[in-house]
């Protein structure tokens, strides 16, 4: 199985400043995975990252938002641009394994935001 | 609007018994898989069970899956204090990659 970390691990930021977070993965993986959960609910997926091309993004997250890097197989950040406190949330990076011949995902630590 | 719906949101039992949770999807899935997350952490892979299997068992765990009725339930036997977290549901939907869509999870507490 993979190996996630992410840095930081918290952060307590003002509003209207940005925040980039980092995810490494001890092996090559094509998949890399982008989510934000809210306090007390599930998680939405914000974007696919993709090595080598732009961000996926899914319904609702946009890029000048939430710019995100892929530079090589093992690393990717997310940023969290001109924060307010609605952005306040656990980010997770994740990456997609197979298990099973079927495709599944292994989760960092996340980063817990508070945006003041 | 997410793809699962859990019930119950909360659930609150004795060491040593057992736990059930349910989910609920809408669409057609290639799998579906379930994680567990301690006090806002990172999410934990527990089980995954395809969309042809109907139970698999992983330890304490039981997962059944019913197409035909778009549910799946999480059964831990023997509860222990440390399995105190949330429970997520995730589909992996047919026709949609290998995005993972949540549902709603259950907030499991096992007391002593």
């Known amino acids: 199985s993979a190996v996630i970390s992410q840095k930081p691990s918290r952060d307590i930021c003002q509003r209207g400043t940005s925040l980039t977070i980092q995810c490494q993965v001890d092996?090559?993986?094509?998949?890399m995975f982008w989510y934000r959960q809210q306090p007390g609910q599930s998680l939405t997926l914000i974007a696919t990252?993709?090595?080598?091309?732009?961000?996926?993004?899914e319904s609702g997250f946009v890029i000048d938002k939430f710019p995100i890097s892929r530079p090589n197989l093992t690393f990717s950040t997310l940023t969290v641009s001109n924060m307010s406190p609605e952005d306040s949330s656990i980010y997770l990076c994740?990456?997609?394994?197979?298990?099973?011949?079927?495709?599944?995902?292994?989760f960092g630590p996340g980063t817990r935001l508070l945006v003041l | 609007s997410q793809q699962g719906e859990e019930d119950p949101q909360a659930l609150s039992i004795q060491e040593g018994e057992n736990a059930t949770m349910n989910c609920s999807y809408k669409?057609?899935?290639?799998?579906l898989q379930w994680y567990r997350q301690n006090s806002g952490r990172g999410l934990v892979h527990l089980i995954l069970?395809?969309?042809?299997?109907r139970e698999k068992h992983s330890g304490r765990l039981r997962v059944t899956l019913d197409t035909s009725k778009k549910s799946s339930s999480l059964l831990i036997t023997a509860s222990r204090a440390a399995d105190t977290a949330s429970y997520f549901c995730a589909t992996v939907i047919t026709g949609g990659g290998n995005k993972l869509t949540f549902g709603t999870g259950t907030q499991l507490k096992v007391e002593l």
């Open positions: 994740s990456v997609g394994v197979h298990l099973r011949a079927e495709e599944t995902q292994y």
């Open positions: 092996s090559q993986v094509t998949m």
């Open positions: 990252a993709n090595q080598g091309s732009e961000a996926t993004y």
């Open positions: 069970i395809r969309s042809n299997e």
């Open positions: 669409t057609s899935i290639n799998n």
